[in-house]
C-alpha cells in the first residue's frame, strides 16, 4: 500500500477518534472503551504499516528527527490504547491523536539527513528501545500532569467546568500519574544502563548533552517519587515536578537532534 494512501488513512482514523472523543466529551454522544479502542487500533495498524516504509530501509532503520517522531507518536498511542483498558486514560486522546497526526504530515512534507541504525545491532537497538519506550510514557505523563494541575486549579475556585466534570477524581488523577512516573523510571533507568553497556562513550560530543540532561530527568523523577512518599506532594506540586522532568527529558531526547540534524544537516 502507497505511503500516501497509507498517511490519508492514518489521518482520516485519528481524526474521527478525535472528533468521537470530542463529542463525547460534550455529553453529544455516549461510546464504549470497545468502540475507541477499535478506531484506535485500525488507526493504530495504518500508522504501523506506515511508519514501517518510513523508517526501515535495506536492513536499518532511519531514526531521523522526524523519523523518531512518528514512531514515538505509534508508541504513545499504543500505550495510550493499552492503559486505557485498566485505567481512565480516554481523556487524553484529545491531545495524543492530534500529536499523532502532526508527526505524521511533518515526517512527509519535511526532509531531514538520514540517522541509520543497522538491524543487527541488538544491543544499540535495545538501549534505543527502551529509551523511546521511556520517554512515550513520560509524554503521557506529561499529558496527564496537564489536565491533574488544570482540574486542580479549578476545584479550588469552585470552578464546575465541563473539564472538571469529565476528569476521574483527582485521587484517581493523582495515581495514574504516580504509576505512569513510575514505570517511566524504571525504563529509563534500564535505558541508562543499556547506554552504557552498548555506546561507545555517553560523554562523546554528540551524546553529553542528550546524557546529561537524560540523568537531569531521571533525577527530577526520583525527586519527585520520593517527595511523593516522604512529604506527600500531591496536585499541583506533583504536576509542575512531572513537567518539569518531561521537559529535561525532551531536551535530552530532542535537543541534540534538532541541532545536528535539522541546523547543521547532519547525518549517519
Known sequence: ????????????????????????????????????????????????????????????????????????????????????????????????????????????????????????????????????????????????????????????????SLLVRNLPPLQTMESVLFELVWAGVVLLVLAVITGALFVDDLFAQDLAHKTVFSLLSLAVFVALLIGRYTRGWRGITASRWTLAGCALLMLAFYGSKFVLELIFQRGG
Do not use: E
Open 1 to 160: 500500500m502507497g505511503t500516501l494512501i497509507l498517511a490519508v488513512t492514518t489521518l482520516f482514523l485519528y481524526s474521527v477518534g478525535t472528533c468521537l472523543q470530542a463529542l463525547r466529551f460534550r455529553g453529544r454522544v455516549q461510546t464504549s472503551v470497545a468502540v475507541t479502542t477499535l478506531i484506535g487500533l485500525l488507526a493504530l495498524t495504518s500508522h504501523g504499516l506506515l511508519l514501517w516504509q518510513l523508517v526501515y530501509q535495506d536492513g536499518a532503520f532511519n531514526l531521523g528527527f522526524f523519523q523518531i517522531s512518528v514512531l514515538i507518536s505509534w508508541l504513545v498511542v499504543l500505550l495510550l490504547l493499552a492503559l486505557n483498558l485498566r485505567k481512565p486514560l480516554q481523556n487524553l486522546i484529545l491531545a495524543i491523536y492530534p500529536i499523532a497526526g502532526l508527526s505524521i504530515v511533518t515526517a512527509l512534507i519535511t526532509h531531514t539527513p538520514a540517522r541509520f541504525i543497522p538491524d543487527s545491532s541488538f544491543g544499540l537497538l535495545s538501549h534505543i528501545t527502551l529509551s523511546i519506550t521511556a520517554y512515550s510514557l513520560f509524554t503521557l505523563a506529561a499529558a496527564q500532569a496537564v489536565l491533574l494541575y488544570i482540574q486542580n486549579r479549578q476545584l479550588k475556585h469552585n470552578y464546575n
